[in-house]
């Protein structure tokens, strides 16, 4: 019977693994014997469990580990053990450090400090601490806590800083921390007034224009005074081109990348640690790198007028069972099926279990962090389908307190399988989730074509049949949101191909004047719809990825941003700029709400134009090969095509093929 042991299921009732003969099954609660029934290998507990007292089972003289399994997903266990997050961790001062741990079901916890093994002392709750004096900042130091006949040793889930690799947590002094925060110099008042520019730290750092220590790293996101060619590149060129938000894609420690000698490649989407930044960005050898040079990247865009958002992956893990938090307390932190398997809707081999009273305040208490720690203005959840919508809005609540224009937005997929429709951070739900943006594939579709049938054009492609569809994506689909604002409005993201290279696969015989306009027009789709428009780094020059579909792990030379491209594009990057300032300049193309939106747009069929009129504005999109001339009467304002501004025009006007033009009404 070595391998006889007890679950708990998620009724409190207790299962044997294995058959056995129940007249030899002793249990005990403090010593004293408990009384229970057996049928199957299901025991019934005569007296409801204590689940704050441990229960010790014993097989004739052999004592069988009682394993608490989805017990962790009852209310009444997390009322038991439930922590409270700013209480945990290492708390330094320089004649000692104290240390806490929340591990419930531990019969012991231990901090190693080097080669020192330190017991800790047992508080309530499942928690565990202990001061150790002496100077400690740098130190490194990792948790091991005892079950019944297995041994964990784990990284604090707390910590503020990590040794490389996630090798071991390090005391740091919070007094150190950068604090120098600046408030944005450019107002923002409303989501509908974003302009969001989505950017990978190593992509954007990579090129040899940067100097050899900066490369891949945070600091080489600000590095000024750039220039290629007398071209403005690096942080000087966002400076330039006027978008409102700038979303880093995962910053956050990642697993696949080797943080002492990153030759590997990844976008982040495999978190290892939540509580500290990924060392692959940063000064490996200082643990003070990890909260500084981020802090110091959102006070420098501050400065520029650019806001920071960070994109959070919430929704899964690089391994599940080296997380930290299921090493702590197994089973609590993730979904698992009605057979006991575990859930993954995510497809990365975990699903959080995000809805569970402690992730919840876990995700929460990051949240906060963020914010607090390097003063960011905004999160972009991974797959925020597979997180409970009241995790979003608890999330929402407390970051709003903190800065009134936090701008949170996700993936609003349905992909579990295991939770309720109703209780998913779904785009089916946003109707009890109206303060958060969705990005919309209802625009992106059909506009671009299904990003999963590569082949298959849209309507910028000239497909006609998609011309309602897009109608009702430029209106950021009324249908389905409850504010324009709710709708993320994209042709292109770090995901599938670039524009560039879907235009180049459908497009005219590879005539580069053909892809560059069709590329344009995109971009105008993009800006002059309602909704938030939100663009991918480099589609403003025509970024290629050399056709891969999916780089997620492809090498720098297919993911870096290559500047030359900026340089041979630089008309495009003038054209993009432009249709940024138009959308400041008119709050037509920025509608707050539907009844705006329902009164003020309306659209025209002409031949395979699509003509858009909102306020005061007439756009004729052309995505066909022949030019289309429009007759009007009277005299109209051409405000916007390309190469000509603020004419006057009378009786008609001409749009090229695969371009548009904006009129503005007289008067």
């Known amino acids: 019977m070595n391998s006889l042991c007890l679950y708990f299921d998620s009724e409190q009732r207790m299962v044997a693994s294995d058959t056995c003969d129940f007249s030899r099954l002793r249990l005990y609660v403090n010593g004293k014997k408990i009384a229970y029934s057996a049928k199957g290998k299901k025991i019934s507990l005569k007296k409801k469990p204590d689940l704050s007292k441990r229960i010790r089972a014993f097989y004739d003289e052999q004592e069988i580990e009682v394993v608490y399994r989805f017990i962790t997903h009852k209310k009444a266990f997390e009322k038991v053990f439930r922590f409270e997050p700013e209480r945990l961790g290492s708390f330094y001062e320089p004649h000692s450090t104290l240390f806490r741990v929340w591990a419930p079901l531990a019969v012991r916890a231990e901090v190693l400090i080097g080669e020192e093994i330190l017991v800790m002392d047992e508080e309530e709750n499942g928690t565990f601490s202990l001061e150790v004096p002496g100077d400690l900042e740098g130190k490194q130091y990792l948790y091991r806590v005892y079950r019944f006949n297995s041994v964990e040793t784990t990284v604090d889930p707390f910590a503020w800083s990590s040794a490389k690799n996630g090798e071991a947590s390090v005391v740091v002094d919070k007094r150190k921390f950068f604090h120098s925060f600046v408030r944005p110099t450019t107002p923002f008042t409303h989501p509908q007034d974003a302009v969001i520019y989505e950017l990978h730290v190593r992509d954007f750092t990579s090129d040899t224009t940067l100097p050899k220590s900066k490369r891949g790293k945070l600091k080489g996101l600000i590095e000024k005074g750039m220039r290629l060619e007398e071209h403005t590149v690096g942080f000087d060129y966002l400076k330039e081109l006027g978008f409102t938000h700038l979303q880093l894609l995962p910053v956050f420690d990642f697993k696949t990348v080797n943080e002492e000698d990153p030759k590997e490649y990844n976008w982040g989407y495999d978190p290892e640690q939540y509580n500290v930044v990924e060392g692959s960005y940063v000064d490996i050898n200082d643990p003070y790198s990890r909260i500084n040079d981020l802090a110091e990247a959102v006070a420098e865009f501050h400065a520029a007028g650019i806001r920071v958002t960070l994109d959070v992956v919430f929704n899964h893990v690089y391994s599940r069972k080296d997380f930290s938090l299921q090493k702590l307390l197994p089973y609590a932190f993730f979904r698992y099926d009605s057979k006991g398997k575990p859930a993954d809707g995510s497809f990365c081999g975990s699903e959080c ?275 289309h001339i429009y007759p009007f009467e009277g005299k109209r304002k051409l405000i916007f095509q390309d190469g000509r501004r603020n004419e006057i025009l009378g009786n008609a006007v001409e749009v090229p093929c695969y371009s548009f033009v904006i009129l503005e009404d007289e008067g």
């Open 353 to 627: 279990r995000t809805n569970s009273l402690f992730f919840r305040e876990y995700i929460v208490h990051m949240c906060n962090r963020y914010v607090d720690l390097f003063d960011i203005d905004g999160l972009r959840f991974d797959l925020m389908g597979l997180i409970d919508a009241d995790t979003i809005r608890l999330i929402y609540q407390q970051l709003v307190t903190r800065k009134r224009d936090i701008l949170l937005y996700g993936e609003g997929w349905k992909m579990s399988r295991v939770m309720p429709d109703k209780a998913m951070a779904t785009m089916e739900n946003c109707g009890s989730l109206e303060l958060i943006s969705f990005f919309n594939d209802r625009f992106r579709n059909p506009l671009r074509g299904p990003s999963f049938e590569h082949e298959k054009p849209g309507f910028i492609f000239n497909e006609q049949n998609l011309r309602e569809e897009t109608k009702a994506g430029m209106m950021a689909n009324p249908e389905l949101f409850v504010l324009p604002s709710q709708a993320i409005q994209y042709v292109e993201c770090h995901d599938n191909r670039t524009f560039y290279d879907k235009a180049k696969l459908l497009s005219c015989d590879g005539d580069p004047e053909q892809i560059k306009a069709v590329c344009k027009l995109a971009l105008g789709f993009v800006m002059l719809s309602q909704g938030i428009p939100f663009i991918h780094a480099g589609q403003e020059f025509l970024r290629s990825k050399k056709g891969v579909e999916n780089s997620y792990n492809a090498p720098d030379n297919i993911n870096r941003i290559d500047w030359l491209d900026r340089i041979r594009n630089d008309d495009v990057v003038d054209f993009f700029k432009e249709l940024i300032a138009l959308r400041r300049e008119y709050p037509e193309l920025r509608l707050k709400t539907y009844k705006e939106i329902l009164q003020s747009v309306s659209f025209e069929d002409y031949y395979e134009m699509l003509i858009y009129r909102t306020g005061r504005l007439s756009v004729f999109f052309n995505p066909c090969a022949f030019n």
